[in-house]
């Protein structure tokens, strides 16, 4: 449904085919009739919500088979410094040797300069146009590559085969729906070229973006979506009575802010299949991944985590630190050590490979308990999710005082264990959907009443 003309709220990159320019020959080099049937078919179809928007890959035939493979990791670190090394942003700096050479960059060094960190010879005709509106400070404009942006949804595909469960082109289902819960967001169809040209959409779950309160359930269902992704706000909202019997799911992908053991336990229950939670950043694309309640696997792609103090050295091992990534999957832009502003403890895993534990997630919030003691959030985490709550916003105020608001969970409980915990009385608030507590990325925790370093490490998890 549009938003009423005289609304002070509608943005003008939202309006629909507002920022329409290519041709559907251009978006989709390979398209054939199979495909454009599907392209309309979507775009039309009766309970479709009003599409902003409008996306192709722009992979050409030579393309194809380059993004269905994963980029090689043997020495890429090697050719990725010397890529950096001659970034505008490092020009005058000597002694850059290895990656412990390099200062590290933040946020906000992309956003004052993003051009100083593309390469000079960089092919910007495979440039597409990405915004990464982040969770803290300035949206980016990040340069995203045609084929690195493709490759993407194939390792999403490795990764739900890795677990057991066959991914193919299934008749016409979508090959994959992405899902937000918004007031105003970018919607479109697009057909996946390197997936046998099956269609993908990306989907507003907010009541408002549909023309009629069945439509979204309706669309879905005929849809019918092989993988759903979203974060898990937008996938909470597929427990909803019209959702939950729509949607059949080989795979759930969440990602953008954490995901609460409970509520991953509901979406497995509902819809019997494996849901992955994904750590990453537009930026430095997926970085650990992990499919229970234990650490994140980091993935085993062209990326190195280190974990830093709040003036660029590494922290002791199993300290909370600062995530800090090298990433070189997107030519575009070649990253060296950069502070993702999330914190956890680098752990060695079981068989082998690194794990990011206590991930909290741009949030290494510290709580002020009785007799001044100080309590990291990652034990409210423990305790929250412990006693069933699917998500959560929990906020001290400067005097001190501790208002938890949960969708899910029990309660009491929760406001005994949170009150055990801080050594005081916390007033609980329950809402009844993940959604109530906020569209997009709600701040999980908030505390006015402690100002400290980022370098205090949590208690580690038991």
């Known amino acids: 449904m549009s938003d009423p003309p005289d609304d002070p709220l509608v943005l003008a990159e939202y309006v629909p085919g507002g920022a329409a320019v290519l041709t559907d020959a251009e978006r989709w080099p390979t398209m054939d009739a199979a495909g454009a049937a599907r392209l309309h078919r979507w775009r039309t179809h009766p309970a479709a919500p009003e599409w902003v928007h409008?996306?192709?890959?722009?992979?050409?035939?030579?393309?194809?088979?380059?993004?269905?493979?994963?980029?090689?990791?043997?020495?890429?670190?090697?050719?990725?410094?010397?890529?950096?090394?001659?970034?505008?942003?490092?020009?005058?700096?000597?002694?850059?040797?290895?990656?412990?050479?390099?200062?590290?960059?933040?946020?906000?060094?992309?956003?004052?300069?993003?051009?100083?960190?593309?390469?000079?010879?960089?092919?910007?005709?495979?440039?597409?146009?990405?915004t990464s509106s982040g969770s803290t400070g300035a949206a980016l404009n990040i340069p995203d590559d045609v084929e690195e942006v493709a490759r993407g949804f194939h390792h999403l595909v490795a990764l739900v085969q890795g677990a057991g469960v066959a991914w193919h082109p299934d008749g016409e289902?979508?090959?994959?729906?992405?899902?937000?819960?918004?007031?105003?967001?970018?919607?479109?169809?697009?057909?996946?070229?390197?997936?046998?040209?099956?269609?993908?959409?990306?989907?507003?779950?907010?009541?408002?973006?549909?023309?009629?309160?069945?439509?979204?359930?309706?669309?879905?269902?005929?849809?019918?979506?092989?993988?759903i992704s979203g974060n898990p706000t937008s996938l909470a909202e597929l427990l909803a009575a019209d959702l939950r019997q729509a949607v059949r799911p080989l795979a759930l992908f969440s990602g953008a802010m954490a995901l609460a053991g409970p509520l991953r336990a509901d979406l497995e229950d509902a819809f019997g299949c494996p849901v992955f939670d994904v750590y990453g950043l537009h930026e430095t694309r997926p970085i650990a991944v992990r499919t229970d309640d234990g650490p994140f696997r980091v993935l085993d792609r062209r990326v190195i985590v280190e974990t830093l103090d709040e003036v660029g050295q590494p922290v002791a091992d199993g300290e909370v630190g600062e995530i800090t990534v090298t990433a070189g999957e997107n030519p575009l832009l070649p990253l060296v050590r950069y502070r993702t502003g999330d914190f956890g403890r680098l752990v060695q895993l079981p068989g082998g490979g690194v794990g990011i534990a206590d991930l909290e997630g741009?949030?290494?919030?510290?709580?002020?308990?009785?007799?001044?003691?100080?309590?990291?959030?990652?034990?409210?985490?423990?305790?929250?999710?412990?006693?069933?709550?699917?998500?959560?916003?929990?906020t001290q105020s400067a005097d001190g005082r501790v208002l938890a608001r949960i969708a899910g969970g029990d309660q009491t409980l929760i406001a005994r264990a949170l009150g055990a915990l801080l050594d005081q009385p916390v007033e609980v608030q329950r809402v009844d959907r993940v959604t109530d507590l906020g569209e997009g990325k709600p701040r999980r925790y908030r505390s006015l009443a402690v100002d400290l370093p980022l370098d205090i490490p949590a208690s580690p998890a038991p």
Do not use: K
């Open 54 to 130: 409008e996306t192709g890959d722009r992979l050409t035939p030579d393309m194809l088979d380059r993004v269905r493979a994963p980029l090689p990791t043997e020495g890429w670190l090697d050719a990725h410094l010397r890529t950096a090394r001659r970034l505008l942003h490092y020009r005058g700096m000597v002694g850059l040797d290895t990656v412990a050479d390099f200062p590290p960059i933040s946020r906000a060094h992309l956003a004052a300069d993003i051009a100083a960190f593309v390469p000079l010879d960089a092919d910007l005709d495979r440039l597409l146009h990405g």
């Open 173 to 227: 289902r979508l090959a994959l729906a992405a899902v937000v819960h918004q007031r105003q967001a970018f919607t479109y169809v697009s057909l996946i070229s390197g997936f046998a040209q099956r269609a993908m959409a990306r989907l507003n779950l907010a009541e408002g973006a549909w023309g009629a309160a069945s439509d979204r359930s309706r669309f879905l269902a005929e849809a019918d979506p092989q993988v």
């Open 362 to 394: 741009r949030e290494h919030t510290v709580f002020l308990g009785g007799g001044g003691r100080r309590i990291a959030c990652v034990d409210l985490t423990q305790q929250l999710q412990t006693y069933g709550a699917r998500g959560w916003s929990v």
